[in-house]
Each structure stands twice: as structure tokens, then as C-alpha cells.
């Protein structure tokens, strides 16, 4: 009972460290704005490098990011020697996934938020750090190609079942352990879910592009 009320607890925990939002508060101190009312009108980091610069972006993404990774990597592997759960993949998904959902659905702004793509980015290190860099390659190749972020984020996470199947024998390691290896499947429906609106716009030609990013941009 009293491990099933510290997992409870770490969940909320979990919930509302993800719930920070960032974007909001760094709109606020750097420009006394609400992000959610400019640009894509998203609390991202995306539409904070668009509003607001690269530098506030930055700090964004940064926070986002750790902020997926500390519940992953610190606070279920605390839990796990509890023992209640006795396979520390499925704790470490309970509480970034708390994190992700916190994000996405923030307590603290009315549980609108981001599209989570850099909170679930913090979680994808702590448990797939061999596979996390090539999906990124993946995410910036897109862009630099199409200057869709949002088309980025959604190849990035299909490209992650087919690299944690294909990466263990190259690397010679160990596969990644069923729990995970569903739960890596199940992060595209996440993705396409939350980028719902982006899709509309990519299939309208209405989407924004990261134009800069572009290598074969029109001059």
C-alpha cells in the first residue's frame, strides 16, 4: 500500500514537473506576452523561436527537454527499488509519460499546452539513448529539406521502432525490452495526435516553414 501511494505520488510529481510552461513564462519575462496569442498560437518551443527569437527558443527546448528526462531517468529508477513494478522500463514510462501529458496538458494554463515533441525528446534520451540521435538526425534532415517542423517531429518518432529494431545488432547490445519496444510504437499515434491541426495545414499547403533551416530554400 505504501509503495502503490509513493508511485501515486510520483506520478503527480512527475505530472507537474512536465506542467511547467516554459514557453508561457519566458514570453512573459522576455516580451510580457502570451505565446499562445501569437504566431501558430502554440506554447512551444517552435512558435517561441518564431515570436520571439532563437535565444528565448533556446532556453525553451532546453527546459522542455529536461523536464522529459528527469522523471525518466531520476525519479523511476527511485521508485523502482521499491520493487511494486519489477520492470524499470514500464516505471520509467509511467513517469515521463506523466511528465509529457503534463506538458501537453498543463495544470497551470488552462491544460493547453504544447504539442510535446520536446518534453517526450527529454524522456526518448533517458530511454533510448542509442536510438535518440538517429531519430534526431531524422527530425533535422526533414527539415532542412522541407522547413516542416511539425512533419519532423512525426518522422522522427515513426523512425523510432525501426531503429531500436535495427540498432542492437550493429551496436551488439541488447534489445530494448517489451515494454519499451511497445511503447515505441505507440509514440507515433502520440505525435500524429497532437500535431492533428499541423497535418490539416500540411494537406492544405498552409503550414509554416522553418525557411532559414532549408538547404535548397528559394533566394
Excluded at 517561441?48 to 531520476?74: E, H, S
Aim: proline residues 6%; aromatic residues 12%.
Amino acid at each position: 500500500m505504501n509503495e502503490l501511494l509513493f508511485l501515486i505520488v510520483l506520478i503527480i510529481i512527475s505530472y507537474l514537473t512536465g506542467s511547467t510552461p516554459t514557453s508561457i513564462i519566458i514570453g512573459r519575462i522576455a516580451k510580457n506576452i502570451d505565446i499562445r496569442e501569437h504566431g501558430s498560437g502554440n506554447a512551444g518551443g517552435t512558435n517561441v523561436f518564431r515570436v520571439l527569437g532563437w535565444k528565448p527558443a533556446l532556453i525553451v527546448v532546453i527546459v522542455d527537454v529536461f523536464k522529459g528526462w528527469l522523471p525518466a531517468a531520476i525519479f523511476a529508477p527511485a521508485f523502482y527499488y521499491a520493487q511494486i513494478i519489477p520492470d524499470l522500463g514500464v516505471v520509467q514510462i509511467i513517469c515521463g509519460f506523466s511528465a509529457v501529458l503534463g506538458h501537453t496538458y498543463t495544470i497551470f494554463a488552462g491544460f493547453k499546452g504544447g504539442k510535446g515533441v520536446g518534453t517526450l525528446g527529454g524522456m526518448l534520451i533517458a530511454l533510448f539513448p542509442t536510438a535518440f540521435p538517429f531519430c534526431l538526425a531524422v527530425a533535422i534532415i526533414t527539415i532542412m529539406l522541407t522547413g516542416y517542423v511539425s512533419l519532423a517531429s512525426i518522422l522522427a518518432s515513426v523512425s523510432l521502432p525501426i531503429f531500436l529494431f535495427l540498432l542492437p545488432p550493429f551496436f551488439g547490445t541488447n534489445p530494448a525490452p517489451l515494454s519499451l519496444m511497445v511503447f515505441s510504437l505507440l509514440i507515433p499515434w502520440f505525435i500524429t495526435f497532437t500535431h492533428r491541426s499541423n497535418i490539416q495545414r500540411l494537406r492544405s499547403g498552409e503550414e509554416n516553414r522553418f525557411e532559414k533551416a532549408m538547404i535548397f530554400r528559394k533566394k
